[in-house]
């Protein structure tokens, strides 16, 4: 006859009974366990496609790369590829390129994805379970229940590390299971790779005190992450093995393992102690502040507003110009950077490992500034891909928390509502393939004493425009027709970045690599592009638009 | 042009297995404060999300001013305000700028100084700071900016969803008020709500609704026409022979010194065979309640209550 809520109660104070004089960081911590088992109840759907999606992909990736590089003679042409800039910064410290095997290639080219995709899960699921509570009101209701202040930080800090152990454990399974790696180095790597995402999870913890908003918790762990990234890059191509920069970026703290080549184990001690420091920073900042308040605090704004905010797109665009802004930022910041290697020196380098061997002369061709300058704007065209899918989705809550009904129960149309929303995400999207692409890309290149065409960017960014045009229509269509399956989106746009990175390495069947709109893009400017294609692409926009706006115009709306 | 702002007829409308609306009327008539009343899950706000087209109704009409509610969803909406039960705002705005914002989607033209005047007046009315970012607003506070919004365009019809869950009684008020202006003004206002005094207070005419259909609807006086009044009298003979009268309920004596007090509820219908009787007993004192709409929902809803708890 127990009710559900007593029986929280019940379990949930600070039941181990512990003496009065501990009771205050007992009490802190009071309901943990029961958080903790709600969390994961709530979450394991996520965190079970996210985990287990990163552990096929470990295997399948190392069971791939040694079906397709099978002599020693393949992996060096391979590792020949990676020691220039573009390899580094996309990779690792280049540990092994002497002897590349398989471990060695897995770590200095996988470690970095894995990190970043592991980051990434941790980074939304603590903010999803921290903020994301709080601001929706709903952890009031909780914590009116005999729980602890940090008892909802530690419970989602715990189910991340839930998930990361069982990738870890997974992951290395297959990697010695199948894989046919040293157990003792796959082991620390993927510890590393586990201990370093759990880092970005401890930093989650922290920006999670400092913003009232989830979104803006987690844009400042991915602003964190980024850094990481870019400063691990550089590190490591100023010196071969990493210089002094790279130890920054915690990132490295796994990649200087130097798993497969001459393990280490005590770079991982690194992430261990920013871990426990991040959360005694996050604990120490969250006992500083009340429930559901921030330490930045937000401003007041107009009491009118500007007249420029009339109509659906003013509005869309008001709500999305920050990320724009920070994505924009972004770009610039990698890809700026990336035109500077095209100089003098680093074009004859470039043109040094073409001439290597046949594998590089495949992947650079004849003219290897082209095939350099298409890599680039492949990565951004990648990056504007994840931004658009992300900001197209956002018009799901706009609907389901009711903004949209109230906007439409004006004088506004479902088709000019729908439009304006995808037209901000097309125009963020040209604006990062041109601005934060093609020119600085260019400008890099213009500095460092290199000729580089800005016509040639500028079309390959317009081609990549076309493609990213076909993945807003279809996330719309889906929006349209299947709201329910909105989140689909992220498979089309997973398609597009796994066909391009290990399309052929994967050996991915044809039929299944049409299906990505970059497909059709090709390899411009190292490959000449087929007008015709671009045709399609525009084609298929126009008529998966039209089929959006059709549905949309249909069906019923969710009014919240 | 004496289209009625709200026709509904047979209104039917499911999600699934579950029915939302079996066969719903509603009319609004021009000048005309309509209550709709109905517990939670009734199918007010599904009603209320037909009559935007934003929701299409499986069979059935849902006209507003004689247009299509679905296929006119847009120059309909010129003539409407709609306030949600629970409103949500864009959380990075402030409250002024979505007021304006919602505002300018309603009226493309119009008089920028007067708008401005009347949007002050309105803030102060109800007591709102505009320069708050949404997010940082409670819920009341959320509600106020879409009342706000909803007085600020001057629409022929208002439609209010529970307008007044959030608001505390002295907003209630300033709720109150401003629907009396607009009706003096000879506007047209939808309210639904399970708030009884509120729609007693304000409405011409109301519409209870169970289990997406109307169970009940006319003017006040014509529901209160079948309904019981509550009558306390105070006798000094002995008042047995009232209890036999057909149409009496509930009847509770108390023996005082002189005098004996009788409270009892009768049919409406039956009220002059009571005072016929009264008249016998040498009357001190008559008080005499008109039924309230409490009585009438309960009637309406008792039934659904008593089955549940015989069910338990």
């Known amino acids: ?560 | 042009m004496s289209q009625n702002p709200v026709d509904i007829i047979d209104l039917h409308k499911s999600f699934g297995s579950v029915k939302a609306l079996d066969g719903l009327q509603l009319t609004v008539r021009p000048g005309e404060v309509a209550g709709f009343l109905g517990p939670n899950g009734a199918g007010k706000s599904t009603t209320i999300r037909v009559l935007l087209g934003l929701q299409r109704p499986d069979s059935g009409t849902a006209k507003l001013f004689g247009g299509d509610a679905w296929n006119d969803a847009v120059a309909l909406h010129r003539r409407l305000a709609y306030v949600p039960g629970d409103v949500s705002l864009w959380p990075n705005l402030t409250g002024g700028e979505a007021i304006d914002y919602l505002t300018r989607l309603h009226t493309t033209s119009g008089n920028r100084a007067q708008l401005k005047r009347r949007k002050a007046a309105l803030l102060e009315h109800f007591e709102l700071d505009p320069t708050k970012k949404a997010r940082t607003y409670s819920k009341g506070n959320r509600q106020k900016v879409a009342l706000v919004a909803a007085f600020l365009v001057d629409p022929e019809l208002y439609i209010f969803d529970e307008p007044t869950s959030g608001l505390d009684p002295l907003m209630e008020a300033v709720f109150t008020d401003n629907v009396q202006q607009v009706k003096n003004a000879g506007k047209s206002v939808l309210l639904s709500s399970h708030i009884l005094s509120e729609v007693e207070k304000l409405c011409d005419t109301v519409t209870i609704i169970r289990s997406g259909r109307t169970v009940e609807s006319g003017t006040l006086a014509e529901l209160r026409h079948l309904t019981r009044t509550t009558v306390s009298v105070l006798v000094a003979q002995d008042p047995a022979a009232i209890t036999t009268i057909p149409g009496v309920h509930d009847v509770t004596t108390t023996v005082g010194s002189g005098a004996t007090r009788v409270d009892l509820s009768v049919d409406n219908a039956r009220m002059g065979a009571v005072l016929t009787a009264l008249t016998r007993l040498d009357v001190r004192g008559l008080t005499a309640t008109p039924p309230s709409l409490e009585e009438l929902f309960m009637r309406h809803y008792g039934s659904e209550r008593d089955l549940e708890a015989v069910s338990r």
């Not at chain 1, 397709?68 to 391979?78: I, L």
């Not at chain 1, 796994?254 to 001690?269: N, S």
């Not at chain 1, 559901?292 to 009491?303: D, E, F, N, T």
Request: one cysteine or more.
């Open chain 1, 1 to 560: 006859m127990s009710a559900p809520t007593l029986d929280v109660a019940r379990r949930a104070p600070a039941g181990r009974t512990a003496p009065p004089q501990t009771s205050a960081s007992a009490a802190a911590l009071a309901g943990t366990g029961y958080l903790l088992r709600f969390m994961l109840r709530r979450n394991w759907v996520r965190l079970t496609v996210w985990t287990g999606a990163l552990v096929l992909f470990c295997g399948y990736y190392v069971v791939a790369i040694s079906a397709v590089y099978v002599t020693a003679a393949d992996r060096q042409n391979r590792a020949a590829a990676m020691t220039n800039a573009g390899g580094t910064l996309l990779a690792g410290p280049g540990y092994g390129l002497e002897n590349y095997t398989i471990g060695a290639m897995f770590t200095n080219e996988m470690a970095l994805w894995l990190i970043a995709l592991l980051a990434t899960m941790n980074i939304l699921q603590i903010a999803r379970n921290t903020r994301a509570e709080e601001a929706s009101g709903r952890s009031e209701l909780v914590r009116a229940l005999p729980v602890g202040r940090h008892a909802a930080s530690v419970a989602a800090f715990l189910v991340v590390v839930i998930a990361d152990v069982a990738f870890v454990v997974f992951g290395s399974a297959l990697l010695i299971g199948p894989g046919q790696l040293a157990p003792a180095d796959t082991f620390t790597l993927m510890t590393g790779v586990g201990l370093t995402a759990l880092v970005f999870a401890g930093i989650t913890t922290v920006t999670s005190q400092l913003t009232v908003h989830s979104r803006a918790a987690s844009g400042l762990a991915f602003a964190v992450l980024a850094a990481a990234v870019l400063i691990r890059g550089i590190g490591d191509i100023q010196e071969r093995h990493g210089s002094w920069l790279s130890w920054f970026s915690p990132i490295a703290w796994t990649q200087q393992t130097r798993a497969y080549v001459d393990v280490r184990l005590w770079p991982l001690a690194v992430s261990l102690v920013a871990i426990v420091v991040a959360l005694a920073a996050g604990a120490a900042l969250a006992s500083r502040r009340d429930h559901g308040g921030a330490l930045l605090q937000g401003r007041i704004g107009r009491a009118d507003a500007a007249p420029s905010l009339a109509g659906p797109f003013a509005l869309v665009f008001r709500q999305q110009r920050g990320t724009l802004l920070w994505w924009l930022v972004g770009c610039v910041a990698m890809f700026g950077p990336a035109g500077l290697f095209l100089g003098a020196d680093s074009g004859s380098a470039i043109k040094d490992i073409a001439g290597q061997n046949s594998l590089t002369a495949e992947i650079f061709g004849s003219d290897p500034i082209a095939a350099f300058l298409a890599i680039m704007m492949l990565h951004n065209a990648l990056a504007v891909a994840v931004f658009t899918t992300a900001a197209v989705l956002r018009v799901k809550p706009e609907e389901d928390e009711g903004r949209l009904g109230l906007s439409l129960s004006r004088a506004l149309s479902r088709t000019s509502s729908l439009l304006a929303h995808l037209a901000v995400a097309g125009i963020g999207a040209l604006v990062l393939l041109l601005l934060g692409g093609a020119l600085p890309l260019w400008v890099g290149t213009l500095l460092s004493g290199s000729d580089t065409s800005l016509l040639v960017l500028l079309t390959s960014g317009g081609a990549f425009a076309l493609g990213i045009g076909v993945l807003i229509a279809f996330t719309a269509v889906l929006y349209a027709w299947l709201p329910k399956a909105t989140p689909l989106a992220w498979v089309l746009c997973g398609l597009v970045i796994v066909e391009r990175f290990f399309g052929s390495v994967l050996d991915m069947p044809t039929v299944i690599k049409a299906l990505s709109p970059f497909y059709w893009v090709g390899n411009y400017p190292k490959d000449p592009i087929d007008p015709v294609n671009l045709i399609g692409l525009g084609a298929a926009t126009a008529v998966l638009l039209a089929l959006a706006v059709t549905g949309f115009r249909r069906r019923d709306i969710n009014a919240g």
